[in-house]
């Protein structure tokens, strides 16, 4: 079991530029979760899935954020246009169903200058 | 969800138990008590949960009262990799899945 796969660990980029961070999910698990984490606000939920649907994006902070899990092995995390105030370690997260356990990834730290 | 507080930092000596308190006083019937924990450049990790009855694992134990209004996880030989932000968290179990975490405890094993 490879775990939770995250690309890129690190992506630097100027303000105004498309970001595009991907999650390959633990095979089986039909829960699928974005998370943000910065020193100022901790980890905050973005997105979640379930069986590749949308159910909440209420954390997603603007338009400019977008997801997709186009099937249940991939999915996506877009910013565009991306500003400074983005930088922050972006967590991927998988599950099983119901209460199972969340299964992280190692993050992708974005750095927007 | 209803709300934990845990205390911002702890210590312990490295060998011993270390023992994590989280208040939810709150806490509704249905909600089960999740910890998690972080190690610094990592992702969370889950660590152990439970709705009412004590549990173990193999990485620790956690008590819950018989209240349920707060509970305490336990590390019972701490080592240096045990150093983590470690998260006490409260969830129903059904179909919203949400896991919303809080600042957490930052517990440091000294040598």
């Known amino acids: 079991d490879a775990g939770v796969i995250q690309s890129p660990r690190h992506e630097v980029t100027e303000m105004g530029q498309e970001v595009t961070l991907r999650c390959k999910p633990i095979?089986?698990?039909?829960?699928l979760f974005w998370y943000r984490q910065t020193m100022m606000r901790g980890l905050e939920l973005l997105i979640y899935f379930n069986n590749n649907v949308p159910i909440d994006d209420s954390g997603m902070p603007e338009d400019r954020f977008s997801a997709k899990m186009p099937n249940a092995s991939f999915s996506t995390l877009k910013i565009q246009p991306s500003e400074p105030r983005d930088s922050a370690v972006y967590f991927c997260?998988?599950?099983?169903?119901?209460?199972?356990?969340?299964?992280f990834g190692n993050g992708t730290r974005l750095t927007v200058t | 969800d209803a709300k934990t507080t845990q205390p911002t930092s702890m210590d312990c000596a490295e060998g011993r138990a270390a023992n994590l308190p989280c208040n939810h006083s709150t806490i509704s019937g249905n909600e089960y008590v999740y910890w998690y924990r972080q190690i610094h450049s990592q992702g969370p990790q889950y660590i152990i949960h439970?709705?009412?009855n004590n549990e173990t694992n193999e990485m620790a134990s956690l008590i819950i009262t018989e209240d349920r209004k707060s509970s305490t996880l336990i590390l019972p030989h701490a080592t240096l990799r045990d150093t983590a932000v470690y998260y006490c968290i409260v969830r129903v179990a059904d179909s919203s899945y949400k896991l919303i975490f809080g600042s957490g405890t930052r517990l440091l094993v000294r040598p």
């Open positions: 439970g709705l009412k």
């Open positions: 997260a998988s599950s099983l169903k119901g209460n199972s356990p969340l299964h």
């Open positions: 095979s089986g698990h039909n829960s």
